[in-house]
C-alpha cells in the first residue's frame, strides 16, 4: 500500500488534476517564470552587444590598438622543408634537391620584376618610406616599394633557375619578421645580415656572397603599416650563397640582424633576430 500511496504522490506531483499544476506549478506561474528567464537573457546578450560594440569603436582596422613593442623581430630562412630548419641534399640525387628550388621558385614568383612594376613604386633608397596620417584622416591605402627579384642576381633564379644547388653552392633566402611601425635603423644605417658557422664548423663554411651586397634590408621597405593597409607590401630579402662549403658533412650556419636599434636576443627569446640552419651536401665523388 505504501508503494502504491508513493506512486499516487508522484503522479499527482508531475500533474494534479485537482489543482491543474504541473511539477507542482500552475500554468500562470510557469508563464511567469520562464517570463522572467526571457526578459533576464535578453538582457544578458543586449549587455554583451553593447560592451562589444563600444570595444569595437575603439580599434583601428589598419593598426592594432595595443601590441607587443617587439625590440627585436624574428628572422626565417627560405626553402624550409619542414620544422627542423635542415636542408640536406645529395649532389648526384636530383628528386633530393628538386623541392628546395621549387620552394624558392614559388617564393620568389610575387617578386618578378613584372609583377612588382605593376603593384609597387619606385622609391628613393636608403630613407624610410613614410606615409603618415592628416589627423582623423587616414591615408590608406598606403603605398609600397618595389623589390625586384633581380636585386637578388645569382640567387634569383632568373639566370640559375637551380640556384645553384645542382653544383653544390645553394643560395638561402632570409627574411625579417613583420612589425608594424619599426624603424630598424639608426642614423641612416640599414641593417644588414651576417652569417658564420657555429664553433664546431667554423673551418667547414667556406666563403658566402650576399645579394644584395653586404646583405642590407634597405630602409625604404619602412616602415611597415600592416597587411590591412598596405596591402601590396613586399618584404625585402638577402640572399646568401655558399661557394665552397665542405661537403659530406653537416655544417650548423647561423644567420642574424645587425643594426644599433635591435638587440639580439633576449631572455624572453634567445633565438631573437637571428636564425640556425643544419646544411649538408652529400657528394660521393
Known amino acids: ?37 526571457l526578459v533576464f537573457y535578453i ?39 619542414d620544422d627542423t630548419f635542415e636542408i640536406i641534399y ?23 620584376n613584372s609583377v612588382q612594376a605593376q603593384k609597387n613604386d619606385e622609391c628613393v633608397p636608403d630613407q624610410y618610406f613614410k606615409q603618415e596620417d592628416s589627423g582623423e584622416v587616414k591615408n590608406n591605402p598606403k603605398r609600397s616599394c618595389q623589390f625586384n627579384r633581380t636585386i637578388l642576381e645569382d640567387c634569383s633564379g632568373l639566370n640559375d633557375p637551380l640556384y645553384g644547388y645542382q653544383h653544390g653552392k645553394p643560395c638561402i633566402i632570409i627574411k625579417l619578421n613583420r612589425v608594424i611601425g619599426m624603424l630598424p635603423g639608426k642614423s641612416g644605417v640599414a641593417p644588414y645580415v651576417t652569417c658564420g658557422a657555429k664553433k664546431e664548423d667554423s673551418e667547414k663554411i667556406g666563403e658566402l656572397v650576399y ?17 590591412k593597409a598596405q596591402v601590396n607590401y613586399s618584404q625585402p630579402l638577402v640572399a646568401i650563397k ?37 646544411l649538408r651536401i652529400n657528394n660521393k665523388n
Not at 4 to 29: A, C, M, Q, V, Y
Not at 94 to 112: Q, V
Open 1 to 37: 500500500m505504501a508503494k502504491d500511496g508513493e506512486k499516487g504522490e508522484w503522479k499527482e506531483f508531475i500533474w494534479n488534476p485537482r489543482t491543474r499544476e504541473f511539477l507542482g506549478r500552475t500554468g500562470s506561474s510557469w508563464g511567469l517564470i520562464l517570463l522572467f528567464y
Open 43 to 81: 538582457f544578458l546578450a543586449g549587455l554583451f552587444a553593447l560592451t562589444m560594440y563600444v570595444m569595437l569603436q575603439t580599434l583601428d582596422d589598419h593598426k592594432p590598438t595595443w601590441q607587443d613593442r617587439l625590440a627585436t623581430p624574428g628572422m626565417v630562412i627560405r626553402p624550409k622543408a
Open 90 to 112: 645529395d649532389l648526384e640525387k636530383t628528386e633530393t634537391w628538386d623541392m628546395y628550388t621549387e620552394a624558392l621558385n614559388k617564393f620568389l614568383d610575387p617578386y618578378n
Open 211 to 227: 645579394f644584395p651586397p653586404n646583405g642590407t634590408f634597405n630602409l625604404m621597405y619602412y616602415p611597415y603599416y600592416g597587411k
Open 242 to 278: 655558399f661557394l665552397n662549403i665542405t661537403q659530406n658533412e653537416d655544417v650548423n650556419v647561423e644567420c642574424k640582424i645587425n643594426a644599433e636599434n635591435i638587440p639580439i636576443a633576449s631572455e624572453r627569446d634567445k633565438f631573437a633576430g637571428r636564425v640556425s640552419f643544419k
